[in-house]
Structures are given as structure tokens and as C-alpha cells.
């Protein structure tokens, strides 16, 4: 089965450094999202795409946060320097545009910064 | 903005038994899309059942069934013949028609109780 793939499952790291998560959307997929879900917040819209090209990136803190696509087959969110706050599992999930019920989450990054 | 409230942090329920989660929700659009997903322990994002909101019959996907009423912004979901593997986080999410991100409610966490 197609299925979004992210890397890495689980990632501790310490204050200040550098944090990258990808993902792999469905091949065919030109809608890639971003999520970060936390216990408070519940599941947050970070960013998301469209055939590349960043739609909306308004649920991102842009002094700290990057997404980007370099290509339609991979997908990457970098937090630097990250910080305990951003403590959470960050979900991507891809879809075809305009289906509605196509949508695939991956199984999420959890990460822990100490 | 759309705002999407579960108001029921937790639920519990014999197994084999009926129960329902609740969902409101808050938009000014007339035609848009209600979804169930499911996450259980392994952090997958499922998508249980959705419902188009220009669609007055109710949604039905084997034992699970939605009460969508329109005029009340209530999209509550029926678990019929609960079973030991329903036990998850489930959310309510809302898609405006036009748009193409998902806005979640808070989550339930359902336990099945044997």
C-alpha cells in the first residue's frame, strides 16, 4: 500500500540545536501539509503545499521554522535553534488536490527537546 | 476563522456496546466537508468517515454512523458494536469546500472496556 513516510520516528535533542524532519509524500501526491500536534494545542496546520510551492506557512513561527520541498519527493521542516516548547509530533500528510478524502498522514516525528 | 470543539476530553464505553462522540463547530461557509479520523497508539492518522454538508442523508460506514445536523453545527459520531481495537484518539475535523486544510477539534479518547 502507498503510505507517507517520515523520518526519523522519534528524535531527542537538546536546546539550541538543530532539528530536520522529512517526509516522503505518495508518489503523485501534489499537496503536501504540515501538523504539529501537542497535548494543549491539540493538531496544529504549520504549512502546506502545493506542487511545491508553499500556499500557506501562517501557522509557523518564521523565526525559527522552515519548510521547503526540493523536489516532489521529498518534503523537510527544520526548526533552528529549537527550543522545549516545540517539544510535540509533527505529522505530514499528502493528498491529491481537490480529492477530499484522499488525504494520508504519516506515522509523525516525535520530538523531544531537552 | 472555523473552529471545530469536542467537548468530551474522554469516553468510555463496554465492549459491544453503542457510544457517541460529540463535535460542534463554527463557520459562516454553507458547503463544506466533516470528517472522524482515528489515531490509535501507533500515532496513524485513519480516516474513519466524512460527510459533505450539502448532503441531508447521514453518513454510514459499517458500524460507524454520523448525526449531522446542519442548522446546529453538531457532527456527532456513532460507534455501534464497539470492538477492542476502536479504542483510539478520535477527531473532528472541518474543510471549508474551497479550501484544502483541515482544522481538527481537541480529540476524545475513547476506551473500550472489556
Known amino acids: 500500500d502507498a503510505r507517507v513516510t517520515q523520518t526519523p520516528r522519534h528524535k531527542v535533542t537538546e536546546m539550541g540545536q538543530e532539528v530536520t524532519m522529512r517526509c516522503q509524500p505518495i508518489?503523485?501526491?501534489?499537496?503536501v501539509f504540515w501538523y504539529r500536534q501537542t497535548m494543549m494545542q491539540g493538531l496544529e496546520l504549520l504549512a502546506y503545499f502545493r506542487n511545491r510551492a508553499p500556499l500557506d506557512d501562517s501557522g509557523m513561527p518564521k523565526d525559527r521554522f522552515s519548510a521547503e520541498m526540493p523536489d516532489a519527493t521529498l518534503a523537510t521542516l527544520k526548526i533552528q535553534p529549537s527550543e522545549p516548547r516545540d517539544s510535540a509530533v509533527y505529522f505530514c500528510?499528502?493528498?491529491?488536490?481537490?480529492?477530499?478524502?484522499?488525504?494520508?498522514f504519516g506515522s509523525g516525528t516525535q520530538l523531544s527537546v531537552l | 476563522a472555523q473552529t471545530v470543539t469536542q467537548s468530551q476530553p474522554e469516553m468510555s464505553v463496554q465492549e459491544a456496546e453503542t457510544v457517541t462522540l460529540s463535535c460542534t463547530y463554527d463557520?459562516?461557509?454553507?458547503?463544506?466537508?466533516l470528517f472522524w479520523y482515528k489515531q490509535p497508539p501507533s500515532r496513524q492518522m485513519i480516516l474513519v468517515i466524512r460527510?459533505?454538508?450539502?448532503?441531508?442523508q447521514n453518513a454510514t460506514e459499517n458500524r460507524f454512523s454520523v448525526n449531522f445536523q446542519k442548522a446546529a453545527k453538531s457532527f456527532s459520531l456513532k460507534i455501534s458494536d464497539s470492538q477492542l481495537g476502536d479504542a483510539a484518539m478520535y477527531f473532528c475535523a472541518y474543510r471549508g469546500k474551497g479550501a484544502q486544510k483541515l482544522v481538527f477539534g481537541q480529540g476524545t479518547r475513547l476506551t473500550i472496556n472489556p
Open positions: 500528510a499528502s493528498g491529491p488536490t481537490g480529492v477530499v478524502e484522499k488525504l494520508f
Open positions: 460527510q459533505e454538508a450539502y448532503k441531508q
Open positions: 463557520t459562516s461557509e454553507s458547503d463544506y466537508y
Open positions: 508518489l503523485g501526491h501534489n499537496t
